[in-house]
């Protein structure tokens, strides 16, 4: 009777391996293309995301301009003003991808170099111990952000590039990953019925 428990709780573990090699492989697949695709094409991969940012920002416009026809809206006017704002600049991220892309690196580099003093500061007036990481850690963030920032479009480019490159290296990873569960799962549905069969 325990041995049928046992063989019971076995095939359905055999099962979700079986589906989550599956799932595993199918992210795998997906993210080592998307890898492919980022790595040959930065600049397109950029210009995607930047049209879909300014999509989104036209969708945000729209959405508070729907409100603006509610009677019961205490704010219409600002609103209406807010909302024909995110238009504009959705029309003008859209148009102009070149310029978002530039934001997006500035955003990143003003972000580094924000991080890179907070972690220099923390060096200096922090504990001793880790004093030497966080200095370094500090140092490279801030060249780092002002590198980014310096020239926003062509560092975001190199930026997308290593992307696709840990996109394509992850992919692999997941796709080695899905045929040793897939292994594993073979060996756990085949071990009850052998034993069943030597019993």
């Keep these: 009777m325990q041995d049928d428990e046992?063989?019971?709780q076995e095939f359905p573990a055999a099962l979700v391996a079986a589906r989550t090699w599956q799932v595993t492989l199918f992210i795998g697949l997906v993210t080592l293309v998307l890898g492919i695709i980022v790595t040959i094409h930065p600049s397109g991969?950029?210009?995607?995301?930047?049209?879909?940012?300014?999509?989104?920002?036209?969708?945000s416009g729209l959405f508070h301009?729907?409100?603006?026809?509610?009677?019961?809206?205490?704010?219409?006017?600002?609103?209406?003003v807010s909302s024909l704002f995110l238009i504009v600049i959705g029309v003008v991220l859209i148009r102009h991808l070149h310029l978002t892309v530039g934001l997006f690196g500035l955003l990143i580099g003003i972000t580094w170099i924000v991080q890179g003093i907070g972690a220099l500061?923390?060096?200096?007036?922090?504990?001793?111990?880790?004093?030497?990481?966080?200095?370094?850690?500090?140092?490279?963030?801030?060249?780092?952000?002002?590198?980014?920032?310096?020239?926003?479009?062509?560092?975001?480019?190199v930026l997308a590039t290593l992307l696709g490159i840990w996109f394509i290296i992850m992919g692999v990873f997941e796709v080695v990953a899905a045929f040793i569960i897939r292994h594993a799962a073979k060996e756990a549905t085949s071990a009850p019925s052998a034993e069943a069969f030597s019993s």
């Design 45 to 59: 991969s950029l210009n995607v995301i930047a049209v879909l940012v300014g999509i989104l920002v036209i969708i």
């Design 65 to 80: 301009l729907v409100r603006v026809f509610d009677p019961a809206e205490p704010h219409r006017l600002w609103l209406t």
């Design 6 to 8: 046992s063989d019971t």
């Design 121 to 157: 500061a923390g060096a200096f007036s922090g504990p001793r111990e880790g004093a030497v990481w966080w200095g370094l850690f500090g140092a490279i963030s801030l060249i780092a952000g002002i590198v980014v920032t310096a020239s926003p479009v062509t560092s975001v480019t």
